[in-house]
């Protein structure tokens, strides 16, 4: 579980460790820097847009670590062990990337 | 051409009849609704065969230009609003859900297209609506439906144009999909929705120009619930046949590849190509907050989130009973009046004993009764159906499935599997068809199984009738506290098999888009609430009538020396009606309702739940007559008469009775229909086992469900085998270094691909006893996984018959491969003394084997 005090919305904090979608709060926008999932669903994820690199925003916190991501205009909804499995780092440009 | 109605083409429209069959007519239903059994080896060995189209996609060939039918297949991602769109062209009646995956059937229907100006000679498109899918590389039954209609592939026929639906407003995601299906090389229409939301965000998309940068690829902006833009899209559609261009950068497939390689390795191509198609839009896709984000702060919030889900609930329940009930009573009273002063008026014209005779009565108390209680059902599932369609409609339906999703995990499920649970509390009929929307296919089971423990609209009057006799003040929560109660045994149920038929099941990830909250477009929420609601009484009316009649007709007999003649039985208890009712009667004596009335609603409730209160209230009425009025209220004589028995039957403690009664129409075996879906969807066995006839002995025998793909996998595998005369070549992918491994491991490879006993015995220069012995010690030490073969297996009753001949099943390749347990060169002592235990229960070789056991035994008694 990580750690990490949440940062507040939209801004970039420093992380100390390995940080996980899951320990974002809402409006923090980070970069995908992985997905620790087997190959089928990560391979899924990327197909919804969820690659590293692309820059996402939690828009809503749900219960036990569920996360709504938006990329762009879309919205993601996951569950709180594949928010864990995302691994991510706080954006320091939040602008919008469509790779 | 005619002039064009409503912004529609001028066509017309045929659809298939999915409608199920219900009563005892739908245990011989066939299977035009093929369960797909789905598994994930499947998509490893799914392969498709690219057309070589070059710079232009294939063009309609000859063979369906000489028979004029061209098969059109409309693909795209869930909530593209897909459905509306089929819905909108062809009229037909297929369910628009605003949840991702809530596609579960292929539907089809034809559409007569006669030109641009409608004199032309006709032609007849034979359209296929797949389910919503991400991806040609499926992960659940339903993706895999809808990438086998785009390829053509499974016995699908292979489409002369394809209807792809992008939505405007998620456009990345979608031109990542078209690219797949486009080089597929079928001609490509896109037909772009959601237009409205995606200007609203900002990121409107231009048709005209997307379909510049996709070098020609018609582009049609359409709106699915409003018809704008399907002329154009029809005409698209025809002049698409004869080719549509392949974008830039984009590459047709060629010859025949593994899906799984062709999706995966090219998908990093697909995403550049489409951020450059999205470059060139120049969209201005700013991530903003949305008013479905503002929503959602309550709505997925995780207290706030669960309390409003609690709270929606709990109107759509109360609004089933509250508003219904006035409307029900005018069917009951005025409609039920209208209708026997006609059937009055008819038999008065054949003189005044026509109406004192039994035709009058069955007419009367038999064919009308059963027509009114039917329209009884019709305000409680017409306002169920306009709630859940709101639901869907206005997305809903898809955060509730989120908010689930945790609760659906402690059970073995994930969120996704709310849908047909909740969509189980209309009927049961349609959740069992969307478990396919669950990737796993011992989920699909599993969800199954828990879809009658759902409350249906059927059971409803059951609850609402006792509620009022026994409760009265308080129906409205004691029907509210039935549906907790219900997700509560739900969620029981699904533990208690999580933890033995299904240990070791494990939840999907759950990964789901949300669609944008919309507002239900009036149209088509009446049609959809008048279509299901069509469904409900033209599949419930049958069986209702029938067993009213038919109960009319029990209680006609006479049983007893002067009870009377048929049809004129002063008693219905002395007739055979009541005496089948008192005979079960006592079975329910300890629960307090062992009163022949309840035993014999409960029967009859068998068939069909909503006879239950109709057989009520038909032998109470024999009984003493009855106000039809209150019987729907329980406040009136039917309550009476159910306070009356129950309190004698349970010794004053009506109330007890009655609470007892109501959980056991919550938890006693599903309606006739649902059985027969059960055993269409699951088996035989999951079947028996749902209704709790036949204890579990899954628990810990190894059972297996084969895919058809499977079966002919093994199929094949055993004709190969058959003729090269069980000698033939091991797969290449499963040879194993012959020169290391010892005879256990050789014998291990033999038969796991395909060998028979004698063939492994011949090819190996061993005896083929000890050949049997080395099988068996594989088997038991885990090294060599032997299918169930005992009666009923899944095997047998599936798609694969197992060889008798064979040890091919016994070598399944099918089954899950473990990595061999630590090597043991030889037998030890004591496998060596096990040896002649595995004799006796294990495999025997020419037929010595003991009844009891032994697997050519068995695999013997099943050829015999």
């Known amino acids: 579980m990580d750690t990490t005090p949440p940062a507040g919305p939209g801004t970039a904090t420093p992380t100390r460790g390995p940080r996980t979608l899951a320990g974002c709060r809402a409006g923090d926008t980070v970069i995908v820097d992985g997905i620790d999932l087997d190959e089928r669903h990560r391979f899924r994820l990327m197909e919804l847009g969820l690659r590293a690199g ?41 602008e919008e990337t469509t790779r | 051409m005619t002039a064009p109605m409503n912004g529609l083409p001028p066509h017309t429209a045929e659809h298939g009849d999915h409608a199920h069959r219900r009563g005892f007519g739908a245990l011989f239903a066939g299977r035009g609704d093929q369960t797909v059994r789905f598994d994930r080896r499947d998509t490893d060995r799914m392969s498709v065969v690219g057309r070589d189209g070059g710079a232009r996609t294939e063009a309609t060939d000859g063979e369906h230009e000489a028979d004029a039918l061209r098969h059109v297949v409309f693909v795209g991602n869930p909530n593209v609003g897909k459905s509306s769109l089929f819905n909108t062209l062809l009229g037909a009646r297929t369910k628009v859900m605003n949840a991702p995956g809530t596609t579960v059937l292929l539907e089809t229907g034809r559409l007569h297209y006669r030109g641009p100006d409608g004199n032309g000679p006709a032609e007849v498109w034979d359209c296929t609506d797949t389910p919503g899918t991400y991806s040609l590389l499926p992960l659940s039954p339903d993706e895999k439906v809808a990438a086998d209609a785009v390829m053509g592939a499974e016995g699908l026929p292979r489409p002369d144009l394809v209807v792809a639906v992008l939505d405007a407003t998620n456009i990345a995601r979608s031109l990542y999909f078209l690219a797949m299906v486009v080089e597929l090389g079928a001609p490509t229409v896109v037909a772009l929705t959601m237009n409205d939301l995606a200007e609203a965000q900002g990121c409107g998309v231009d048709a005209e120009r997307l379909s510049a940068l996709l070098d020609g690829l018609p582009v049609v902006a359409v709106d699915g619930r409003t018809g704008a833009g399907t002329d154009r899209l029809v005409r698209a559609i025809a002049d698409g046949f004869r080719g549509t261009p392949v974008p830039e950068g984009l590459h047709p497939l060629t010859g025949t590849a593994n899906v799984r390689a062709w999706v995966e390795d090219h998908a990093d191509a697909r995403f550049d190509w489409a951020a450059r198609i999205i470059r060139g839009l120049d969209l201005q896709m700013r991530d903003r907050v949305t008013l479905s984000d503002r929503i959602d702060r309550v709505l997925l919030h995780p207290v706030l989130g669960i309390v409003m889900f609690l709270a929606v609930m709990y109107l759509v329940f109360q609004a089933t ?3 219904a009930g006035p409307m029900q009573d005018w069917f009951d009273v005025t409609v039920r009046g209208w209708l026997a002063a006609m059937v009055d008026t008819v038999f008065s014209w054949f003189g005044p004993a026509a109406s004192t005779g039994w035709a009058h009565a069955l007419v009367v108390d038999g064919v009308l009764d059963g027509v009114v209680t039917v329209l009884t059902f019709i305000p409680p599932m017409g306002i169920m159906f306009l709630l859940l369609s709101l639901l869907e409609d206005s997305g809903y339906l898809a955060r509730a499935a989120f908010v689930m999703d945790r609760a659906m995990r402690t059970i073995g499920l994930d969120g996704r599997a709310f849908l047909p649970i909740i969509v ?20 699909r089971v599993l969800t199954g199984m828990l879809i009658p423990f759902s409350s249906c609209s059927a059971r409803l009057s059951v609850y609402l009738v006792l509620a009022y006799a026994f409760f009265r003040g308080h129906a409205g929560s004691v029907v509210f506290l039935m549906y907790v109660l219900s997700v509560a045994v739900i969620l029981l149920a699904g533990l208690l098999l999580r933890h033995t038929k299904f240990r070791g099941l494990k939840p999907e990830p759950f990964a789901m888009s949300l669609p944008p909250y919309q507002c239900p477009r009036l149209v088509m929420l009446i049609r959809s609430v008048l279509g299901r609601l069509w469904g409900f009484v033209r599949g419930a009316s049958s069986v209702i009538v029938t067993m009213i009649v038919a109960l009319w007709v029990l209680q006609g007999i006479p049983a007893t020396p002067g009870a ?21 009667a006592p079975v329910f004596t300890p629960a307090g309702f062992g009163d022949w009335h309840a035993s014999a609603a409960l029967i009859t409730g068998f068939v069909a739940k909503e006879v239950v209160v109709g057989s009520m209230s038909q032998s109470y009425n024999v009984a003493g007559g009855d106000d039809a009025t209150e019987q729907r209220q329980g406040e009136g004589t039917l309550g009476a008469r159910l ?62 469900h084969l895919s058809a793909a499977e079966a002919r996998m093994v199929s094949a595998q055993s004709s190969r085998w058959r003729r090269a005369g069980g000698s033939g070549t091991m797969p290449p992918d499963r040879r194993h270094a012959d020169g290391d491994a010892d005879a256990v491991t ?29 099988a068996d010690h594989a088997r038991r030490t885990g090294r060599l996984q032997v299918m169930d073969l005992s009666p009923r297996a899944a095997c047998g009753e599936a798609w694969c018959n197992p060889d008798p001949g064979s040890l091919i099943c016994a070598g399944c390749p099918l089954l899950p491969r473990h990595k061999p347990t630590p090597q043991k060169r030889d037998l030890d002592r004591d496998q060596a003394a096990g040896l002649p235990h595995a004799l006796r229960d294990g495999l025997r070789v020419g037929g010595t084997g003991s009844p009891h056991g032994g697997l050519l035994a068995r695999l013997r008694s099943r050829r015999g």
């Open chain 2, 746 to 774: 050789q014998v291990i490879a033999d038969l796991e691909s395909g060998m028979t006993l004698e063939a492994c015995a011949r090819h190996r220069g061993l005896p083929r006893g000890f050949v049997a012995m080395i």
């Open chain 2, 424 to 443: 189980g509390f209309g009927c049961n009929l349609p959740a069992l068809a969307a478990t396919r929307t669950l990737p796993d296919s011992r989920q």
């Open chain 1, 54 to 94: 692309v820059v996402i925003r939690v828009v809503q916190r749900s219960g036990f670590g569920g996360r709504v991501v938006a990329r762009g205009p879309e919205r993601i909804a996951l569950d709180g062990g594949t928010a864990r499995a995302i691994r991510v780092r706080i954006s320091d440009d939040t």
């Open chain 2, 321 to 323: 009973t509250t508003l």
């Open chain 2, 643 to 704: 306070r009356e028995s129950f309190d004698a039957s349970s010794g004053g403690h009506g109330r007890a009775a009655a609470a007892a009664f109501l959980l056991f129409v919550l938890a006693y075996t599903p309606c006739l229909a649902t059985v027969a879906e059960l055993k269409r969807q699951y088996g035989f066995r999951t079947m028996l086992q749902t209704v709790g006839v036949e204890p579990d002995r899954g628990l810990c025998a190894r059972r297996r």
């Open chain 2, 564 to 584: 009377g003649s048929f049809g004129q039985v002063e008693d219905v208890h002395d007739s055979v009606y009541g005496v089948v009712a008192d005979a079960v």
